[in-house]
């Protein structure tokens, strides 16, 4: 039955996506979603669509908004145009804005008079406001449920890092300590590949293959899984520990253009971990500041900040050429971090000349900025 639903919503969302579009190179007007939400209850009378009534009203009317709000984005924030969801390779889900409920461990949904038995992962604070039941590829249903809790802030701490993002330790933090990468695909891609590969023998519309399929769905899913509960206990600890985290505003895409880094880049998934740090911060009052993706936080010397133009990455341990200092270039970097990210001055280097110069002997705004943010060397 949740299958049929799920069919029915994403009939809606294409119906009505070809509907806009062709309204639109027809008139050059497009329609609004009173327009479908009045169009939807004249379809459902076609007599060769009245299966559309099966399904929940307010579960298709919800199609109709999140279609208006892809629209919107589209227009608004500039992403991309919405595009036609897919049987095999789409999300499925349907969203109740009303009409369930939640009694102990069981979940109703309207036109479904069984309850359903859950697995509550967290208890329930809160009203709850929506219940969105969804089907992943692996073939697990899930119901995510939306409350009005309101987060509460943690005690403010007088902790303050700055953090280094890297592959062979996914963070460096500028206190010296180092988290190593789970590396999630590269343990599992063996697995992955063979299951893959077995997929590939298998005939089309067999159920053999429909078998392989979701074997292939649940080894990706376990993938997902483990890298997802690193980067959310990562981020918890570090937002626990710190009222302020200095953290590099990374071009992921530009990175990922070296295809010999590419697959671990990827693996890494720093913006999803930025992210995390970025809405779990709001939730509990702390801050998040970002340094320009030019600062030359690995070439700068944290002792006199001398930059070193001729850095490459195989450089792991560097002496400073004016300084003598040496230093281990994963916690110079989340250093300069630290105190670049909390002064607030994003891509300039040491002698307030642009990121890509040459450093002169004068090191003056790089003194100043040091004494601004109140911490010395040793405190660094």
Known sequence: MLGNWFGQARFVWNYYLNERTVTYKETGKGLSYNDNAVSLTQ??????????????????????????????????????????????KSN?????????????????????????????????????RSVTVSRNPAGQYHASILTDDVSTSLPESNNQVGLDLGLKHFIIESNGRKTNSPKALKKGERKLAKLQKRLSKKKKGSNNRYKARIKVAKQHL?????????LHKLSTKLINENQVIGIEDLHVKGMVRNHKLAKAISDASWSIFTAMLEYKAVWYGREIKKVDKFFPSSKMCNGCGRIKQDLNLSDRNITCDKCGNTYDRDINAAKNILTFSTVGTTGINACGESASGVASSDVTSYGLLKQEAGRSLAEL
């Open 222 to 230: 376990k993938i997902t899984n483990l890298r997802k509960d690193f």
């Open 92 to 128: 499925h889900s349907l969203h109740f804005p009303q009409g369930f409920k939640i009694v102990g461990n069981s979940l109703t949904i309207p036109k479904v008079k069984k309850p359903i038995k859950i697995r509550l992962h967290r208890s329930i604070k809160g009203n709850i």
């Open 43 to 88: 379809l459902k009378k076609n007599t060769g669509l009245a299966w559309l009534s099966e399904c929940p009203s307010q579960a298709l009317q919800q199609a109709l908004k999140h279609l208006d709000s892809a629209f919107k984005d589209f227009f608004s924030r500039g992403k991309g145009y919405p595009s036609f969801k897919s049987k095999h």
